[in-house]
Nanobody, 125 residues
Framework: HLVESGGGLVQPGGSLKLSCAAS????????IAWFRQAPGKEREGVVC????????YNQDSVKGRFTLSSDNAKNTVYLQMNSLKPEDTAVYYC????????????????????WGQGTQVTVSS
């Protein structure tokens, strides 16, 4: 069970931090990814990390701007988004699957078993 929070309205160039709180197993037992879906577009994966190896995979569109961190005590993963652009506007979803590493098809939604309800991020002046 995953619950996202932290979405909202932010100006271009601003920052936002999303949270994904997991229940059940500890977050170290999961590969956790963030996807986003803009109006009229397909859902796309943007970042993935796994607790065991700590590697971060991210799409070129967010490289250098988005990063993940975690708080094991809160069983929560955070998506820090900096230098936001209007094209980052979307509903953001946290996704997870029981795996020591990010799936080979890292940005394929079918690779993940568990999904949150989504949180809206709007980048606009």
């Amino acid at each position: 069970h995953l619950v996202e929070s932290g979405g909202g309205l932010v100006q271009p160039g601003g920052s936002l931090k999303l949270s994904c709180a997991a229940s059940g197993d500890t977050i170290d037992a999961y590969a956790i990814a963030w996807f986003r879906q803009a109006p009229g577009k397909e859902r796309e994966g943007v970042v993935c990390t796994s607790g065991s190896d700590g590697r971060l995979y991210n799409q070129d569109s967010v490289k250098g701007r988005f990063t993940l961190s975690s708080d094991n005590a809160k069983n929560t993963v955070y998506l820090q988004m900096n230098s936001l652009k209007p094209e980052d506007t979307a509903v953001y979803y946290c996704a997870a699957t029981h795996s020591n590493v990010c799936p080979g098809a890292t940005y394929y939604s079918g690779s993940y078993r568990y999904w949150g309800q989504g949180t809206q991020v709007t980048v606009s002046s």
